[in-house]
């Protein structure tokens, strides 16, 4: 329901506001055609204080008056705009915020060189062609030295993964919460700076995008920071990640926290194997090392193992299904795949999550080949049927209805283990610690032949393509087995 005017308008002031704006629809600016119907809004709602005069009304077309509901009819306009930035993708940072500011010439520059010079007690930035002094502090834990400051776009950025190097930014971008930000910060203070660092001379972000995000939309152009100056980046990132998944009222995204702690895990996992102090180089061993090095419990050494064997597996670039993995915690029409989900259907049956005693540079570690295997299998399950998936389609659609019921959680979960138990079958092994390895293992290509049948044969279950309502739906809901 749309926000109704406190008093009707007349004719001629009608006359007047289409005279202002022409027949253009405050929300997008396109046209409203002669036969289309012009309604007329507060530009600043009446409930915050906009009067209804004419100079705070503007013409809308009837679609978008009705779209807005209860919207402040600025605040819908600023939706749009918002919604239109998001269609550019799940994984956004403020970087893709800043270049969408920059594109559309809100912003002329971001990410700007700056200069700094320290004494003892301050540090002098150096930037837009003026210098500005910061009273400096030192932590008392790390030693790292920091700095409070007011500072404008021009010289910020987000520290995301660049140039083969791990950045500190933890998250994607949520939409929802950035437009709820951008209405909260119209009426409300910042209750604290983001956080960045001065690393290689540039700000850049690592908390608090959303914040920044959220007020760009505001027209806000300087941001308050709390920054640190060249911190040791393996150690501020592993706080980093701590803060945001441990003690934070927001959780990282499951997808995020693989993406992360994936990327982070394999860098050292390169380490250890270039590394010519080891006789013998084993998953097992490397998963100690960094354990007694970092000081992990078991629970965080096993979540970064298996989030470095996830991200090597939804490789986008080779894993056609992983285009259909949500960024969030939960599936969504055109997403329909979760980590959550995958964790406890595909994965937990076809990957071998634990470091295996193989010596890295032996015949016998298959680690590489199984992630190619368990790609290759994604990709079979994705060419056989869901490929066909269409967020657009109804319930009622039978192709559409039949994936429903396929991809819905207890149903996956269901059949991921017994197509684990049939391709054992069919590759006749039957010993429970090599089923346990299923895919960690050279596969011919009749082998994989034999995989693909058994899915086909899966796929072309009858009942999968029931009515609407039928009993299977009310069996999928209730019961795994």
């Known amino acids: 329901m749309a926000i109704t005017l406190e008093r009707q308008i007349t004719e001629d002031e009608k006359n007047h506001i289409i005279e202002r704006f022409g027949r253009k629809c405050y929300a997008t600016g396109h046209d409203i055609s002669d036969t289309d119907e012009i309604h007329f809004d507060h530009i600043r709602a009446f409930v915050m204080d906009g009067a209804s005069e004419i100079d705070n009304i503007a013409p809308m077309c009837q679609s978008h008056n009705l779209q807005k509901g209860r919207l402040p009819l600025e605040d819908f306009r600023v939706k749009l705009r918002i919604d239109e930035f998001f269609t550019r993708g799940q994984t956004l940072t403020l970087k ?26 301050e ?89 920044i995000a959220a007020m760009l939309w505001g ?124 964790n406890k259907s595909l994965f937990s049956n076809f990957i071998y999550r634990n470091p295996t005693d193989d010596d890295l540079t032996g015949k016998d570690y298959k680690r590489d080949k199984e992630i190619e295997n368990v790609i290759r299998l994604c990709n079979i399950i994705h060419g056989e049927i869901m490929h066909k998936w269409d967020s657009t389609k109804s319930v009622n659609d039978i192709t559409q209805n039949k994936l429903n019921r396929m991809f819905r959680s207890k149903s996956i979960m269901g059949w991921s283990e017994l197509l684990r138990d049939a391709i054992a079958a069919k590759l006749e092994i039957s010993d429970q610690d090599e089923k346990a390895l299923l895919l960690y293992r050279d596969l011919s290509e009749d082998e994989f032949e034999k995989i693909k049948k058994i899915f086909r044969r899966l796929v072309s279950w009858s009942l999968w393509e029931s009515p609407v309502n039928s009993e299977i739906d009310r069996v999928l809901a209730d019961n795994l087995n």
Not at 101 to 109: G, L, N, P, R
Not at 145 to 150: E, P
Request: proline share 3%.
């Open 123 to 211: 540090i002098e930035l150096e930037f837009n062609n003026q210098k500005e002094k910061f009273r400096l502090y030192i932590c008392p834990t790390t030693k790292w030295k920091y700095f409070y400051a007011n500072l404008p776009v021009s010289i910020i950025n987000s520290d995301d993964d660049e140039d083969g190097n791990i950045g500190l930014q933890p998250r994607y971008l949520i939409q929802d919460k950035v437009f709820d930000l951008y209405r909260h910060f119209q009426n409300n203070t910042v209750l604290q700076p983001s956080l960045a660092r001065l690393y290689k001379n540039k700000i850049l972000v690592f908390d608090g995008q959303h914040k």
């Open 96 to 121: 893709d915020e800043l270049l969408h500011f920059k594109e559309k010439d809100i912003i002329k520059i971001f990410g700007e060189t700056v200069y700094h010079e320290e004494s003892n007690s």
């Open 219 to 342: 027209e806000r152009k300087i941001f308050e920071f709390k920054i640190y100056i060249n911190p040791d980046p393996k150690a501020l990132n592993k706080t980093n990640i701590a803060a945001h998944d441990k003690f934070a009222q927001t959780r990282f995204f499951s997808s995020v926290m693989i993406a992360k702690l994936g990327s982070q895990f394999g860098k050292q996992f390169e380490e250890y194997k270039n590394n010519e102090n080891e006789e013998k180089k084993t998953e097992a061993g490397f998963v100690k090392f960094v354990k007694l090095n970092e000081q992990l419990t078991n629970a965080d050494i096993n979540k970064r193992f298996t989030s470095f064997l996830y991200n090597a597996v939804l490789d986008e670039t080779t894993n056609n299904l992983a285009r259909l993995v949500s960024k969030g915690n939960r599936g969504s029409a055109e997403y329909p795949l979760t980590m959550d989900l995958l």
